[in-house]
């Protein structure tokens, strides 16, 4: 994949750019919402650039396809006891074998509630995760998007540090444009919608204490009599969420308006399956965490044809 290429003629460049420091800089930028406000203006776009040259390589023969394709999930609580994650692991690498492109969205990990022995374990462990699947899948570009359960600064540092050993990898910390979709984790809808504000409320989260063991037995026991599946529905109301949603795309420049047609979300752990609000199609996996249903999804960013068996092998040496 060549890079990024962002509207407002600043360009992004992965790792083995000779402009890397121009990366740095962008990066750290996004990080501070106030000087992003001064530097990124509100119509920011991201333009997707497919990769040039796509072998068979990485894909198992039971999958094989002539296309490859896309995907978003969100909200897998690794690490967490309540998580399901270890369960359908399956489907994941099943999907990125099939992609050129993933959109992990936030809560992947859960540094909140995680059951690693210290929080050194769960970050080490996290970026590992990270590692081996992109290692697993070399035709396939991976956009990973902070959410509120792993927008840990820590995180945030062996995050970035991952991206420049991998070129396939790139991170965001609020919202994600490629083509006419838009991605995002969706904890902006938790107040008010504004970059600033998430970032406060991200800010207020981290500096909490990690819970006592004995919170952990009574989520599990939540989790058990499927407590948070109703106390969910009640407390996230679907209309008020995609009203939200769509106030905050909005003022970002990223509505029907200015080309997007699909919106990918996840953090409200409810399943949205194409519902129409404000000319946007809204979609939501769920989450994969016990008792509520989650799904993979396939985004509507354009396929991308696999080169020919017989001219694979001769790219692949190129």
Aim: proline share 5%.
């Amino acid at each position: 994949m060549e890079g990024i290429v962002v509207q407002n003629h600043s360009r992004l460049y992965l790792k083995d750019s000779s402009k890397a420091r121009d990366w740095i800089r962008y990066q750290r930028i996004l990080r501070s919402p106030e000087r992003a406000t001064q530097f990124v203006p509100p119509h920011l776009r991201v333009e997707f650039k497919l990769p040039l040259r796509l072998t068979h390589r990485g894909l198992s023969e039971s999958i094989m396809a002539t296309t490859l394709r896309s995907f978003f999930l969100s909200d897998l609580h690794l690490f967490a006891r309540r998580s399901s994650a270890a369960a359908i692991t399956p489907r994941i690498h099943h999907a990125a074998a099939q992609a050129h492109t993933m959109v992990l969205g936030g809560d992947i990990f859960d540094f909140k509630w995680s059951t690693r022995p210290s929080f050194e374990h769960s970050i080490a462990d996290s970026i590992a995760w990270l590692d081996d699947l992109i290692n697993a899948y070399p035709e396939c570009a991976f956009y990973y998007l902070l959410g509120n359960h792993d927008a840990h600064p820590r995180f945030v540092v062996e995050l970035d540090r991952l991206a420049f050993r991998q070129p396939r990898l790139v991170w965001q910390p609020y919202i994600l444009r490629l083509g006419t979709c838009v991605f995002l984790h969706g904890d902006i809808v938790d107040g008010e919608p504004t970059d600033i504000a998430l970032a406060t409320r991200r800010k207020l989260s981290e500096d909490k204490p990690q819970p006592h063991p004995s919170r952990h037995l009574l989520y599990d026991a939540v989790v058990q009599a499927r407590i948070h599946r109703v106390a969910g529905a009640i407390a996230i109301r679907r209309t008020a969420v995609l009203r939200k949603l769509a106030m905050y795309l909005t003022d970002q420049g990223h509505d029907a308006s200015h080309g997007v047609t699909d919106v990918y979300f996840g953090h409200t752990h409810r399943d949205v399956d194409g519902v129409e609000f404000g000319g946007l199609n809204f979609h939501n996996g769920g989450a994969s965490i016990k008792g509520l249903s989650f799904r993979i999804i396939e985004t509507k960013l354009p396929s991308v044809p696999v080169a020919e068996p017989s001219k694979a092998n001769e790219l692949s040496k190129q």
